[in-house]
C-alpha cells in the first residue's frame, strides 16, 4: 500500500491563498491552490446574508444580518487556517463601505478574521471586477458589468486595458429597496441611471461581459429554457435580442413555472427579476454585440492584479491544460511534444488556423493524455467530460468543445461519433471536421511513441515528387514501423485528402539538429 501526506491530485510547491468577499447579498470565502496565472478553486462557500438589504431606508446594516455575517467569517477564519492559507486577502464592498455602522462591523471583522479589510470604493470595485474579466477572456472587448446586491460596477475593457468606469447604485436588493419591491418603479429607475451612463452609450456594438451571481443564475436559466447543451456558465453568450426577450419573460412571468427554477437558491431566485431589469435596460441602451457571462469577477480579478506584468500576459487556456497535463498525463513533456508537432504537421499539410485555432490545437494536445488511466472502453468519454465540463479560462464554447471533441476522437476512433451528439451542437462544421482531423494527427503519434517523450521530434514530414506526404521516421526508430502505424496513415489520408505515406530514411541535416535542440 502507497502511504504519503502528499496528494497526487494538487500541484507541488503551491500555497493556498484565500479570499474572503464581502458584499451586499452574500458573504463568501474562495480559496485558491496558488498566487497563479489560472487558479484552481480548492474550497468555496457563501452565505447569504444580506448586509445591503434596507441600506437605502435606513442607512444601516441590518443587526440580524450583521451577526450572520460575522458568524460566517468566523468559520472561514478557521477554514481558512483548515487550509493552510499562506494569505488571506479581504475586500468589502458597497454595503460595508455606505453603512452607518459600517466602522463597527469591519473593526469586529477584521478582529475575528486577524486580516486587515480592503473597503474597496466604487472605482476601485470597477476595476478590480474588470480585471476578472481581462484574466478570464481571450482580448475582451466591450463593458464589464459586475451586479452585486448594493451596486453595479460598469468598465470599459479592451484587450488589457482597462478605461473609465462608473459605479451606479443598481444592485438587486438596492433596487428593490429604492422602488419598494415595484418591479415596474424599478424599470424606471433602472432607465433613468443608465441613460446617464456614458460608459454604455459610447460602447454600443461591442459585448458586455456579465459578472455576479444574479446574472449567472439568469445564464443557468436560459440555457434550462433553450436545452443548451454544455452547462457551464463561463463563456456563455446570449445574442441580445434573445437576451432582451428572456429578460422580459422574467420580469413578467412567474418564476415558480420557469425550468430550472429549483436549481437557484431562493435568496438568489428573488434578485432575478431585479437583475433581468438591470441587463434588459443595459441591452436597450448599449445594443451590444453579445451578452458573455463570466465566472470570474472581482476576487479572481483582485488577485489577477497582484500578479507580476509578465504572468498576467500569459495564455490562461494553456497554463491551465499544461498543469492538468502535469497532475494526469503520462508525460507533461510528450504533451508539449505533440503541440508542437501538431503544429508544424499542420503547416506541412497546409492546414490553415486562426489564433483561437491554433491555442485550442496546443491545448487540445496538452490534455490529450489525461485519460489514460480509465477503462480503455471508456476513455474517449472520460476525457471528453473532464474536458467539457473543467473550469477553463480564455476559451468559446465552441473551443472548449473542439478540445473535448479532439481527445474523444483520439481515443474513439474518427467514425464512431455515437457518445457526441451533444457537444457536436456547439461547433460549425470546420471545427467539427478540425478536431477529427488533429485527432488523427494524435493516432499516428501515439503508436510510435507510446505517450512517452523523445521519439515525436524526430518525426518529420516531407512532400515527395508526385504530391504525396511522407511521414520520415529515422532509420535507428525503423523497429517503429508495422502495420498499426500504417493503418493509421491511411486514415489520416483519408482525413486530410492528401495521400500520405511512410519511408525510413535519415531526415535532412537541419531536422536532425532540431531534434538534438529539443
Request: charged residues 25%; contains cysteine.
Amino acid at each position: 500500500m502507497i502511504e504519503t501526506e502528499d496528494a497526487q491530485g494538487r500541484l507541488k510547491n503551491r500555497a493556498p491563498v484565500g479570499v474572503v468577499d464581502i458584499g451586499s447579498n452574500s458573504v463568501r470565502i474562495v480559496i485558491y491552490e496558488g498566487m497563479v496565472r489560472a487558479p484552481a478553486v480548492l474550497f468555496n462557500e457563501k452565505v447569504s446574508c444580506g448586509l445591503g438589504r434596507g441600506i437605502a431606508q435606513t442607512g444601516r446594516m441590518d443587526d440580524a444580518a450583521v451577526e450572520r455575517a460575522l458568524a460566517a467569517l468566523t468559520r472561514y477564519r478557521a477554514l481558512a487556517d483548515q487550509a493552510r492559507v499562506s494569505t488571506l486577502y479581504v475586500l468589502a464592498t458597497a454595503a460595508a463601505r455606505e453603512a452607518e455602522n459600517g466602522p463597527d462591523f469591519i473593526a469586529r471583522a477584521q478582529a475575528i478574521l486577524r486580516s486587515e479589510i480592503l473597503i474597496l470604493t466604487g472605482a476601485e470595485e470597477a476595476r478590480y471586477s474588470a480585471f476578472g474579466v481581462v484574466s478570464a477572456f481571450r482580448a475582451p472587448d466591450g463593458i464589464a458589468g459586475d451586479l452585486g446586491g448594493g451596486s453595479i460596477e460598469m468598465v470599459d475593457v479592451r484587450d488589457q486595458t482597462i478605461g473609465d468606469g462608473v459605479t451606479l447604485p443598481l444592485g438587486g436588493l438596492r433596487l428593490q429597496d429604492m422602488a419598494d419591491s415595484s418591479i415596474r418603479e424599478a424599470e424606471k429607475i433602472a432607465r433613468k441611471l443608465i441613460a446617464e451612463t456614458d460608459v454604455i452609450s459610447s460602447a454600443r456594438g461591442r459585448t458586455f461581459y456579465a459578472v455576479g451571481g444574479t446574472w449567472r443564475a439568469i445564464a443557468k436559466l436560459h440555457m434550462e429554457e433553450t436545452g443548451y447543451p454544455l452547462r457551464v456558465t463561463h463563456g456563455y453568450e446570449i445574442a441580445p435580442d434573445a437576451a432582451l426577450k428572456f429578460c422580459k419573460k422574467l420580469i413578467d412571468g412567474d418564476l415558480e413555472k420557469l425550468r430550472g427554477i429549483h436549481l437557484i437558491s431562493s435568496s438568489r431566485s428573488a434578485m432575478v427579476p431585479y437583475g433581468a431589469v438591470v441587463l434588459a435596460e443595459i441591452i436597450r441602451q448599449m445594443k451590444p454585440r453579445a451578452i458573455a457571462f463570466s465566472a470570474l469577477g472581482v476576487r479572481e480579478g483582485y488577485l489577477f492584479a497582484q500578479l507580476d506584468e509578465d504572468v498576467r500576459r500569459r495564455d490562461g487556456l494553456i497554463e491551465a491544460a499544461d498543469e492538468l497535463a502535469v497532475l494526469r498525463s503520462r508525460s507533461p513533456r510528450h504533451a508539449r511534444e505533440l503541440a508542437r508537432w501538431t503544429g508544424e504537421s499542420f503547416a506541412a499539410f497546409g492546414i490553415d488556423e486562426s489564433v483561437d485555432e491554433a491555442r485550442n490545437r496546443d491545448a487540445a494536445c496538452r490534455l490529450a493524455d489525461i485519460g489514460w488511466r480509465a477503462h480503455p472502453d471508456y476513455r474517449s468519454a472520460q476525457s471528453l467530460a473532464i474536458i467539457a465540463y473543467s473550469s477553463f479560462i480564455q476559451v468559446s464554447h465552441e473551443g472548449r468543445a473542439f478540445i473535448a471533441l479532439a481527445n474523444y476522437f483520439r481515443y474513439e476512433g474518427l467514425k464512431n461519433d455515437s457518445l457526441a451528439p451533444e457537444i457536436r451542437k456547439l461547433v460549425s462544421q470546420r471545427t467539427w471536421e478540425r478536431a477529427k482531423c488533429l485527432a488523427a494527427f494524435l493516432r499516428v503519434a501515439y503508436l510510435f511513441s507510446a505517450a512517452m517523450p523523445g521519439i515525436i521530434p524526430e518525426l518529420a514530414w516531407r512532400r515527395s515528387d508526385n504530391g504525396a506526404m511522407e511521414l520520415v521516421v529515422p532509420s535507428h526508430l525503423a523497429a517503429l514501423a508495422g502495420e498499426r502505424p500504417e493503418a493509421r496513415l491511411s486514415q489520416l489520408s483519408k482525413v486530410t485528402g492528401v495521400d500520405v505515406t511512410m519511408v525510413i530514411a535519415e531526415p535532412p541535416s537541419d531536422q536532425r539538429s532540431l531534434s538534438a535542440a529539443r
